[in-house]
């Protein structure tokens, strides 16, 4: 079977790395891939953007691609899944319709209100003033969110009225975000531990992986701008059995029959980012219609099932009563990052001395890329994911560390503090 991967990010690394495995499968295209991906067994990288649906589309069919797994949002919320479906090609992925849960943040949090899915309080606004009046009423800190999609950066916490004020002034006024902040959403900040929960989903159907959690934060201790993540684990011990039952029922299976209900059933990554609160109550902070980056890293050295097959189960609406097979132990990836992300960095820094890969290691690469001297370079703020096995929390983030202090980068930043939440626990 030959395969496409749409996107270049740590999370199409790890579907690589994962799906390479499934003798199944013969070659696997990158669309367009990274450094890391372009060393894959079974891989080959192809210059075409994970934006252009055309192109996409062009090289699946000239490629006589089988079965095409898209990673980032933004190529769902374009129709990617509509477009190849028209052709008769199978894409793993929701269509158009229902990548709106992640696309719009007004459309799902009105979407969970219809369908009395726990959430924060919120308020969505098109205009100035009737956002700025609504500010006025609400208690600090309150949290101003970018409707569209602005990769992972339209989210501010307002800690003052002024910064919130400040915060709806940049979106709606200033259009800070372009079209992805011209509907804004004032939500009710909300405290407590995050975790994140993702199912492979068909209509009703869906099959939970384990839980995860990463780290928004740029700094340790959950310090500085939010980012797209700096570090992931899983398990999450804050989701115990007990609660992971609660969040499938309440929330899960909630949003999936919601979707049918409203005429757009979802076939997909299904992922909730959630909050869980001091009583152990958790609510939804924002879903995402895709695996998560760098959830996806940890997730994928933890299973042990064939992926392709899951895949396949979920297209042929087979999903019901499939199991997966998943290693017992933790997994815990820590991203290694440009200085300066998630503002302005610098790219083109050399790498190098990154660790072999073996069943218990993996650096799995995000924004990286070979140039013409042959020789590996960063290409974007989140460079790698050192992710590793361990026998427990404590022993995968010493594995994970002891690789990442050995690679040779310079400019670069990480966390020191990835799993702390697990191991105090």
Known sequence: MKLLIVGSGGREHALAWKLAQSPSVTEILLAPGNGGTAGLSKTRNVAVSAEDISALLSLAQSEAIELTIVGPEAPLVDGIVDRFQAAGLRCFGPTASAARLEGSKA??????????????????????????????????????????????????????????????????????????????????FLTGEEASFIVLAAGTDYLAFPSSQDHKRAFDDDRGPNTGGMGAYSPAPVLNDELQALVESRIIQATLRGLADDGLPFTGFLYAGLMIDEQGQPRVLEYNCRMGDPETQPLMMRLNSDLVELIEAALDNRLAGVTADWDPRPALGVVLAAEGYPGAYAKHLPLADLPAASDDLVAFHAGTTVNEAGQLVSSGGRILCVTALGDDFDTARQRAYAALQQISANNCFYRTDIGHRAINR
């Open 107 to 188: 459309f799902a949090k009105d979407f969970m209100r219809r369908h009395h899915i726990p959430t924060a309080s919120y308020a969505s606004f098109q205009q100035l003033q009737p956002a700025l009046d609504y500010l006025r009423s609400q208690s600090m800190p309150v949290v101003i969110k970018a409707s569209g999609l602005a990769a992972g950066k339209g989210v501010i916490i307002a800690a003052t009225p002024t910064e919130a004020e400040q915060a709806v002034r940049d979106m709606l006024e200033h259009q800070q975000f372009g079209s992805a902040g011209q509907q804004v959403v004032i939500e009710e």
